[in-house]
C-alpha cells in the first residue's frame, strides 16, 4: 500500500512497512502485500498454543524426522523456535508462547534432507499438511569489482518465497537459523541444498566490506536437480555514523536508526543508537538516503525528530550525521461516520512530513483508537497526512477526502477529521465446492479476484473449503470472478458474482483442469539462454499484477504449471545485455501444454543517451531515467552521472519512451529510436502537456 492507500504490484523489501510505485514495481512491495494479507483469512495461534500437523514429500508419502520449526516474525529480525522432529507417520507438534499480533507474522517451516524447504502459515485449530518441495542443489558465484572470486565470505538467505501474493508465501530466516547458508569456496562459489524448485531466492551477506544484497539479486530456481546462478557482483560499502541526541544535549539511547533509500537506490541499513547516543549504519552502497528514527511506543508521544538527505559516492564513509530530537507539533483527529459523527476504530492513518518524507518509503502511522481519535507527533514542516485504506470499514463508504497537505509550525496542535459516508452492507457469498462425482472437497482454495471496471488498487484474495466443502467470503468489489483450486484439481471456469445482494454459488474442480505453458529461449544465433527470466502478468480486470515465475535451465526451456484455463495471462522473457520478447495474451485450454517454441532475444545492440536538467534548467545528476514501452527493449533505469548525462543500452531499431523522475508535478516523457544521442529531458509541468 503506498502512502495514498493503493496497492501495487512488488517485490518484496528488506523493511516491514517500505514500498515504491510502478518503476518501484521491480522494487519494494513488503507494506502491499501485508495489507493484502489482512484481506485474507490470516489465522490466530493463542498464546502457548499447540501447532500440529504433518510433513509429506512432493507424492503425498509421510517424511520421517524433518525438522519443523516455528518463525515470529519481528521488525527487524525473525525469530524461530527450537526444531520438532516429525514421527514416523509425520505428524509434528510445536508450542509457541508468544503472543502473535493477529496477522500472517508466524510461519511452520519444515525441511528434510533430500527436499526442498517449505512454509505455510498455522491455523487455529486445524491440523497443518505441509508438502515438502522437489530439491534443487545452487551454485552462486561472488566477485569482486575487478570480477576476482571473493574467498571465504558467509552467505545466508534474507529471503526465500514461492508463490504469489494471494497463494503463495515468503519466509526470511534468522541470522542464526541453520538453514540454507553457506561459505564460498576458493573460486568465490557457495553451494546451498535443500532449495525449492521454482522458489526466488534473495540472498545476504553481512561482512562491512560491501554493499548489502538488494532485490535486484533475487534470481528464480529452476526446475532441476541443479542449478547455477549468475555471479553476484560485490561493491565496497560506504557507511553514515552520527549521533541521536535530546535538545539539552543528552544521548538519546536505544532508538531505531534507518538509511532510507531515494528512488531508484535500491539500499538500506539499520542500526539502534548506543548507551552514548551513537549510530553507525553499515553496507551502504552509493546514492541518496533520509537518514530517520523510528520513535515507538511511549517516547513517540512527546518526541520526534526530522530526516536528514544524504548523498553517498561508492565506498564513501560519512560521519557526524546527527538527529536532534524535537518536541515538535501533533496532528491528531478523527475517523468518523459523517451523519453521526460516531468514531469509527482501527482505521490505519499515515504522515509524510520531515520525519519520514515522501521522497522516501517510511511513513509515522497509527491506528484510531476505539472513539475514532488519533494523534501523530510531527517535526514542523510540510506534511501529507491520509487514510491508508482502499477498502472503507464495513458499512461505510470512502470519503472524498482521503488526505490532507498542510504545513505545520513548532509547538502547533491541527486537527484533520476524515468523515466517512454510510455505505451498503458487504454482500456475503457462500457456497460449496464439491467433485465430479459431487462429493465435497475440502482444504480447496477459494480464489476471488476482482472483475470489470475495478479500481488498480483492488487485489485478489482467498478463502479456504471447510470439511464439509462449504465457504463464505464478503464481497469486497462490485463485480469478482471465482475459481477453486486444490492440487491438481480445479474448476474448468470462474463464476462471476456481482450485486449487493447476499448470494450462494457452487463450484465444480475437475481433474485435469489447470493449463501449463512452456518455451524455449534462445539467442539471435539460435544458442540456448540458461537463466533467462520470464515474466507474467495475471489481468483482473482492468489492472493486473505481475511477477517473475520462471527462469531457463540447461536446455533454455522453461514450464509454468497451475494456471488458471480462463486466465487472463500475457508473457515476456529476458536476460542480461539481451532483449526481450513477448509473448502477449495466452490462450490455454483445460489440461493442454501452450507450447511458445523458441523465443530469441536480441542483443543491446545500440543505446540511447542525453542529459536529464532539472526544473531550474541545470543539468540533474542522480536523477532515475527510465525507458520503458518498447517492442524489445525490456524495461530500464539508470542514474544521470553528476553532469546530468546518461547512456542506456537498448536493442536496435526498437522506438521507446524515455522519461526521468524530476519530482513532483513534471515530467519529462518523450518517444525517442535506439540510436539518439543528443536527448534532452526538460522537465515540463503536468498540465501543459496536451
Known amino acids: 500500500m503506498d502512502s495514498r492507500g493503493k496497492y501495487n504490484a512488488a517485490v518484496l523489501s528488506p523493511f516491514t512497512g517500505w514500498n515504491m510505485t510502478h518503476a518501484r514495481i521491480v522494487a519494494h512491495v513488503i507494506r502491499w502485500l501485508v495489507a493484502v494479507l489482512t484481506l485474507l483469512a490470516a489465522a490466530e495461534v493463542a498464546t502457548g498454543a499447540e501447532v500440529k500437523g504433518r510433513v509429506v514429500d512432493p507424492q503425498g508419502e509421510a517424511v520421517k524426522r524433518a525438522k519443523v520449526?516455528?518463525?515470529?516474525?519481528?521488525?527487524?529480525?525473525?525469530?524461530?523456535?527450537?526444531?520438532?522432529?516429525?514421527?514416523?507417520?509425520?505428524n509434528f507438534t510445536l508450542t509457541t508462547e508468544v503472543e502473535p499480533k493477529g496477522q500472517r507474522d508466524e510461519m511452520v517451516v519444515a525441511a528434510a534432507e533430500r527436499f526442498g524447504i517449505v512454509a505455510a502459515y498455522p491455523q487455529k485449530g486445524k491440523p497443518l499438511q505441509i508438502k515438502l518441495e522437489d530439491a534443487i542443489e545452487v551454485t552462486v558465484p561472488f566477485m569482486d569489482e575487478e570480477g576476482r572470486p571473493v574467498r571465504d565470505l558467509p552467505i545466508r538467505t534474507h529471503q526465500l518465497s514461492i508463490g504469489g501474493i494471494a497463494n503463495g508465501w515468503f519466509f526470511r530466516p534468522p541470522r542464526d537459523m541453520p538453514l540454507l547458508s553457506g561459505r564460498t569456496d576458493g573460486?568465490?562459489?557457495?553451494?546451498?541444498?535443500?532449495c525449492p524448485r521454482g522458489g526466488r531466492l534473495w540472498l545476504a551477506l553481512d561482512d562491512e566490506r560491501f554493499v548489502k544484497l538488494s532485490y535486484e539479486t533475487v534470481f528464480i530456481l529452476s526446475n532441476e536437480e541443479t542449478m547455477r546462478a549468475q555471479p553476484i557482483k560485490l561493491v565496497r560499502a560506504g557507511s553514515v555514523k552520527g549521533r541521536v541526541t535530546f535538545p539539552d544535549g543528552k544521548p538519546a539511547s536505544d532508538l531505531r536508526?534507518?538509511?532510507?533509500?531515494?528512488?531508484?537506490?535500491?539500499?538500506?541499513?539499520?542500526?539502534?543508537?548506543?548507551?552514548?547516543g551513537f549510530y553507525h549504519l553499515k553496507q551502504l552502497g552509493a546514492g541518496n538516503y533520509n537518514i530517520s528514527i523510528t520513535i515507538q511506543d511511549e517516547m513517540?508521544?512527546?518526541?520526534?525528530?526530522?530526516?536528514?538527505?544524504v548523498?553517498?559516492?561508492?565506498?564513501?564513509?560519512?560521519?557526524?550525521?546527527?538527529?536532534?530530537?524535537?518536541?515538535?507539533g501533533v496532528i491528531k483527529g478523527k475517523v468518523m461516520a459523517q451523519d453521526s459523527g460516531e468514531g469509527i476504530a482501527?482505521?490505519?492513518?499515515?504522515?509524510?512530513?520531515?520525519?519520514?518524507?515522501?521522497?522516501?518509503s517510511q511513513v509515522d502511522m497509527t491506528y484510531t483508537s476505539e472513539d475514532g481519535s488519533y494523534s501523530l507527533r510531527t517535526p514542523p514542516g510540510e506534511q501529507y497526512v491520509y487514510l491508508g485504506i482502499s477498502v472503507p470499514p464495513e458499512g461505510f463508504g470512502m470519503p472524498k477526502e482521503t488526505s490532507r497537505t498542510l504545513s505545520m509550525a513548532d509547538g502547533q496542535t491541527v486537527e484533520v477529521d476524515f468523515k466517512l459516508p454510510r455505505g451498503p452492507k458487504i454482500p456475503v457469498v457462500s457456497g460449496r465446492v464439491v467433485d465430479e462425482d459431487g462429493k465435497a472437497v475440502r482444504d480447496c482454495a477459494i480464489s476471488i479476484e476482482p472483475s470489470g471496471k475495478s479500481d488498480f488498487s483492488a487485489s485478489a484474495y482467498q478463502v479456504q473449503s471447510t470439511a464439509d466443502g462449504s465457504f463464505q467470503f464478503k464481497l469486497l468489489y462490485p463485480e469478482a470472478k471465482v475459481r477453486a483450486k486444490k492440487e491438481q484439481m480445479a474448476t474448468l471456469a470462474a463464476v462471476v458474482v456481482k450485486g449487493k445482494e447476499d448470494q450462494q454459488i457452487d463450484l465444480k474442480v475437475e481433474t485435469n483442469a489447470l493449463a501449463s505453458v512452456t518455451g524455449m529461449v534462445v539467442d539471435t544465433r539460435g544458442d540456448l539462454l540458461v537463466?533467462?527470466?520470464v515474466y507474467m502478468t495475471e489481468m483482473h480486470g482492468s489492472f493486473g499484477t505481475g511477477q517473475d515465475v520462471a527462469s531457463t535451465g540447461r536446455e533454455g526451456t522453461f514450464k509454468i504449471d497451475g494456471l488458471w484455463p480462463d486466465g487472463n495471462y500475457s508473457l515476456s522473457v529476458s536476460a542480461p545485455a539481451r532483449g526481450q520478447f513477448s509473448a502477449g495474451r495466452l490462450k490455454l485450454e483445460p489440461g493442454g501444454i501452450l507450447d511458445l517454441g523458441k523465443m530469441p532475444l536480441k542483443d543491446l545492440g545500440s543505446f540511447v543517451a542525453g542529459t536529464v536538467f532539472d526544473p531550474q534548467g541545470k543539468p540533474a545528476a542522480g536523477v532515475g531515467v527510465i525507458i520503458s514501452s518498447a517492442k524489445e527493449t525490456p524495461f530500464t533505469e539508470v542514474l544521470s552521472d553528476r553532469e546530468g548525462k546518461f547512456r542506456i543500452p537498448v536493442v536496435a531499431g526498437d522506438q521507446l519512451s524515455i522519461q526521468a523522475r524530476v519530482g513532483e508535478g513534471f515530467t519529462t516523457l518523450r518517444r525517442v529510436f535506439a540510436g539518439d544521442e543528443n536527448i534532452e529531458l526538460i522537465p515540463r509541468p503536468i498540465r501543459q502537456v496536451r
Do not use: C, F
Open 531 to 533: 537463466g533467462a527470466k
Open 346 to 360: 482501527k482505521v490505519y492513518v499515515g504522515l509524510h512530513g520531515p520525519a519520514h518524507p515522501q521522497s522516501s
Open 257 to 276: 536508526v534507518a538509511a532510507s533509500p531515494i528512488h531508484p537506490n535500491p539500499g538500506w541499513s539499520m542500526d539502534h543508537s548506543d548507551g552514548d
Open 187 to 194: 573460486n568465490g562459489e557457495v553451494i546451498l541444498r535443500n
Open 311 to 328: 548523498s553517498l559516492s561508492v565506498g564513501e564513509q560519512r560521519r557526524d550525521v546527527d538527529l536532534k530530537l524535537v518536541a515538535g
Open 300 to 309: 513517540k508521544k512527546s518526541w520526534t525528530v526530522a530526516a536528514r538527505e
Open 69 to 90: 520449526y516455528l518463525v515470529q516474525s519481528k521488525l527487524d529480525e525473525n525469530a524461530a523456535s527450537q526444531p520438532a522432529l516429525s514421527d514416523g507417520e509425520g
